[in-house]
């Protein structure tokens, strides 16, 4: 059982320790907020081992086995890095990190320290989405020529003050991310080419397909994702969280305990089975994403 620290308790905190809840192979081990207080609500409410209000304390309690980093973007890197300082496996919220640049150094310390790191990408691990891709892979839908993957939603006036003025700011650096690294798995293929136009993008890929995905914080759209093939078609709506699609008309369910739940089991198999970089969110697929976001 991996013991499992997270670091920032902000909304988005509570669905990760749901998760980690949840999981087979985690336990949630500590908390960390720069208010005790809330940390120790946390504690209570969710049933940790332990409160702290100093991230290096935390690092510093030798039981703790890896470390959820879910704080503003611009400070991924950072935290990332003072993780692996101290010998934690680390999973950090979307986007890892800013830049190429920023990810390269978080992964080549990672490799120095000999821990684990991935980017966390609920996408691809939902029970539904490892699912439609092995339907992908068997050739039930033939050759993959176009993915379509939207997700917008009016979020301007709920979002923090960072997302506008620090680096990572941005709706395409937040939601975003979702419809990009969904194109990419689902695809499983290499980007060629990324023409961007504002929030969204065309992504060409080397075995052909083309991807159009698109994202917004001022307008609502239907957040629906369509993978055709030669052979047929897949739509999913809510792709990135769903339990249910359309595989040429027949109707395609999973089971799901926690859409978090998925990428926290995967990584913490990964820990056990002494993997420091994940199969299926490499770093090669966090590089994937930024080539989108910094086209």
């Not at 332990?50 to 611009?74: G, H, Q, R, W």
């Not at 439609?132 to 301007?156: M, P, Q, W």
């Not at 650096?173 to 499983?188: E, H, K, L, Q, T």
Request: net charge negative; proline share 2%.
């Amino acid at each position: 059982m991996i013991q499992v620290g997270v670091y920032g308790l902000g909304k988005i905190s509570k669905r990760v320790i749901q998760g980690i809840l949840l999981s087979d192979n985690a336990c949630l081990y500590a908390v960390c907020s720069s208010s005790i207080e809330k940390a120790n609500d946390f504690k209570m409410d969710y049933h940790a081992v332990k409160a702290f209000n100093n991230y290096e304390d935390m690092l510093s309690d030798s039981k703790l086995d890896m470390v959820y980093i879910c704080t503003p973007n611009y400070l991924h890197a950072k935290h990332i890095q003072m993780a692996l300082s101290y010998y934690k496996h680390v999973v950090c919220e979307k986007p890892m990190c800013v830049s190429i640049k920023e990810l390269n150094e978080c992964f080549n310390f990672a490799e120095t320290q000999n821990c684990f790191l991935m980017e966390a990408h609920k996408t691809v691990f939902t029970p539904l989405n490892q699912r439609i891709f092995n339907i992908i892979c068997s050739g039930e839908i033939g050759e993959i020529k176009s993915v379509d993957a939207r997700y917008a939603t009016r979020l301007k006036e709920k979002i923090s003050e960072w997302h506008y003025n620090q680096p990572g700011a941005g709706c395409m650096f937040d939601i975003g991310v979702y419809p990009i690294c969904y194109a990419n798995r689902m695809s499983n293929s290499v980007i060629s080419k990324v023409s961007r136009f504002n929030n969204e993008a065309l992504i060409e890929y080397e075995n052909g397909c083309v991807a159009h995905i698109a994202t917004s914080w001022d307008v609502d759209m239907d957040n629906i994702a369509y993978i055709y093939g030669t052979k047929g078609h897949i739509v999913c709506k809510n792709f990135w969280k769903s339990t249910e699609a359309m595989v040429n008309g027949n109707k395609v369910t999973s089971i799901q305990k926690s859409d978090f739940t998925g990428e926290i089991e995967h990584a913490c198999a990964c820990i056990e089975n002494g993997i420091i970089e994940s199969p299926i969110m490499s770093r090669m697929a966090s590089l994937e994403i930024l080539k989108v976001i910094e086209a």
